[in-house]
């Protein structure tokens, strides 16, 4: 993406008059200067190579980008008499948590979900960023109950920002916190130094179309994860997770990430008590390239009694070096997932919570591939077949040998479109049956798969040039042949849902 620079601001020039010595509070001037690239309608504000700039919390907002020149430093204030928040068009005074937890009842209850970040973005914002070749460094203490524990980078509900090539050290929080929020690019950032307690680094909630490369980490506790929640507790006047999206279009790449006693790399799955599981679903992850010291998930959610945890569809390992997997990331069942194996059972196969488990490969058209829970009764379905190929899919992992049944209610607009399995790894047919009826039939296919593997199986175009099909009441069934006679138990997966 690109910012749209119309002047620059240098903080250590007039009007603003930053010191950048380390010892004066320079938040008012640097503040001032984020404020009048924002009133000029963007620009970008400058830190002084080699200055070290004492602040509390600096808000930046849309199309503004923060520079940081060669060794100029953002170094957070211990005096809470430095800190503001934002209050309508200015700020107001507002006196930071000290320690580590703000309260006994809630478990991790960080004191930095309560406190402003240190460079924060307003709700809203876009087109933003924070660039540079310099430190975000956070407050030194001997005493871990008198640290103020903030964020160095965090927003909510942003959209279209950059946060690249910047150093964060010293750090006793999360990193880098964008909860809910879109279109965002983390690229080249080196995080060190951890102190008193977690270390996060890069901690991506309920967001969708972001990427992380080029990064660099050591962190005191899990390096980079996507994060599914919903009514999280911790919550803020800055943040919570109520009205959550889903985790999606994520890419992980070209990382270093070590963490001290915790996951360089997994997935938080927390969302399990959203009354739309479609909307906490993490989907079409692509991580590649990698270097992650140690990789897993966090299935067990301390705020809910449910049990169980989101779905997870279409998630891509490619070219990673991982040095130990925890046996946690072998529960999660995911479909249609490449590099590890994809889930056992179908899952959803009456499209009761929407899209959740099922992939689709659209035909460029948006509306060529989805969910219809509009009617009594949901179902899947491809159309716009005329623009080319479409599907609709579960990735499972099958074994060799073993006889198995495909059933499903289908139809379609009258042009043949086909039940299929498929290889997740080759593509090759291993099964098909054509339908053309245009009202609900049940289908079966039976088949066998040649090897052990991840296989897809749904619906697909076929020989069809126009119009649609639709999909419900799937399920995936065992074979029994013996004596010449066959039975058919339909497996319907391991209940993870509880209503």
Partial sequence: MSMNKIFDFRVTNAPYFAKGDGKTDDRQAIQQALDDAFKNG????????????????????????????????????????????????GYEPYTPMFGHNFSPEIKWSHCWYKNYPLIFAPEGSRGFAVRGSGTVRMM??????????????????????????IHITNYHSYAIMPFTCENGLFRNIKITDWSYGNGDGICMMNCRNMRVTGCDMYTGDDSVYIFSSYRDPRRSVWWNSDNPQPSENIEIDNNHLRSNHCKAFGMILWGIDCPDLE????????????????????????????????????????????????????????????????MAHLQNGGFEQGRCFWAMRKNGDENSAGVNRNGEEPYGFIDLLEKGDAALYQGIYLKAGQPKLFKADVRSSGDACRLFVRSSDTGELIASLDFSNTSWEEKLLPFTVPEDGNYRIGIERGDASKGFAHIKAAVLGTQDEA????????????MIFKY
Wanted: net charge negative; aromatic share 12%.
């Fill in 279 to 342: 909307k906490v679903e993490v989907r079409n992850i692509y991580v590649h390239d990698n270097y992650f010291e140690t990789m897993g998930n966090w299935l067990w959610n301390p705020y809910s009694d449910r049990g169980g945890y989101p779905p997870v569809t279409g998630v891509r390992f490619e070219n990673n070096r991982i040095d130990g997997i925890e046996s946690n990331f072998f529960e999660t069942q995911v479909s249609d997932m490449t590099g590890f194996r994809s």
């Fill in 483 to 494: 004596d010449g006679s066959v039975s058919v138990e339909f497996d319907r997966g391991k």
């Fill in 140 to 165: 030194e203490v001997t005493d871990p109950e008198k640290i103020i524990k903030i964020c160095p980078v965090g927003f909510y509900k942003c959209s279209d920002f950059e946060i690249c090539d």
């Fill in 42 to 89: 963007g620009g970008r504000v400058i830190l002084t190579a080699g200055k070290t700039f004492l602040t509390a919390g600096l808000v930046i907002k849309s199309g503004v980008e923060l520079f940081f020149e060669d060794r100029a430093t953002l170094l957070q204030s211990g005096d809470p008499s430095h800190y503001v928040k934002p209050a309508g068009e």
